[in-house]
């Protein structure tokens, strides 16, 4: 079965600490994405790649960063530098840009901070 | 350039009907609905692009009105399993590389009551 998978399900944040989550797909998708979602708001893009070794900063790109080493996989870490990490984050992938294309979505992500 | 939803919340009775709106101040290119349980990822749902269409399946449809720039979803004869956030995602006519970009709304809360 084709799918994003993203793990941990649930990860925990010391201060001071740096901690990375997993985005893994297996779509054959060109672009992928990293979004936060706090309680009872939207989607806030963090950051996004669309092609290996390449990616954009999104919105709210201070305090995280990533990477892009493979096609199906897109880790973002979570610096130290990031004052208010708590949050749910879901990762994205797409096609290349195509008309009837849209965004799918992973299982997400809940981070909090001990 | 986040695009506004309204309402934000609404609460229904199984079998009533709902729409849910969603206006960007920016010329836009297709319009993305998805739907969101609690703590689970954005399923998607449709896509509307710029050309005034309308799609559906099933009881939910939408519209996209290009001169306004507002998307509309139709939720009819709402059934107990239609519980949960909407979200719009919008992308620009005029937008920066290829990968999709997508600005999402607040969300639209909707409980379906028996």
């Known amino acids: 079965d084709g799918g994003i998978t993203q793990s941990p399900k649930y990860l925990f944040r010391k201060e001071g600490q740096n901690v990375t989550l997993s985005c893994e797909q297996n779509l054959n998708h060109d672009a992928m994405y990293w979004y936060r979602q706090d309680p009872g708001q939207g989607l806030r893009l963090i950051y996004y790649s669309q092609i290996v070794n390449d990616f954009q900063k999104g919105d709210i790109a201070e305090g995280y960063s990533v990477s892009r080493e493979k096609k199906e996989s897109f880790p973002l870490t979570v610096t130290s530098a990031q004052k208010n990490p708590t949050a749910f984050y879901l990762c994205?992938?797409?096609?290349?840009?195509?008309?009837?294309?849209?965004?799918?979505f992973g299982p997400g992500t809940r981070l909090l901070v001990l | 350039q986040q695009p506004v939803q309204s309402p934000q919340a609404v609460i229904l009775r199984e079998g009533e009907d709902a729409v849910i709106n969603c206006s960007s101040s920016?010329?836009?290119?297709?319009v993305h609905w998805y739907r969101q349980k609690h703590g689970e990822a954005p399923i998607f749902l449709m896509i509307?692009?710029?050309?005034?269409e309308q799609k559906g399946h099933d009881k939910i449809s939408a519209s996209f009105n290009e001169k306004k720039q507002q998307s509309s979803l139709y939720l009819t004869a709402s059934q107990l399993s239609y519980s949960g956030t909407y979200f719009c995602g919008t992308e620009l006519l005029i937008s920066s590389g290829s990968a999709r970009q997508l600005t999402f709304g607040s969300g639209t809360q909707l409980t379906v009551l028996p």
């Open positions: 509307l692009l710029k050309g005034g």
């Open positions: 994205a992938s797409s096609p290349w840009a195509g008309k009837q294309e849209t965004q799918y």
């Open positions: 920016k010329a836009l290119y297709s």
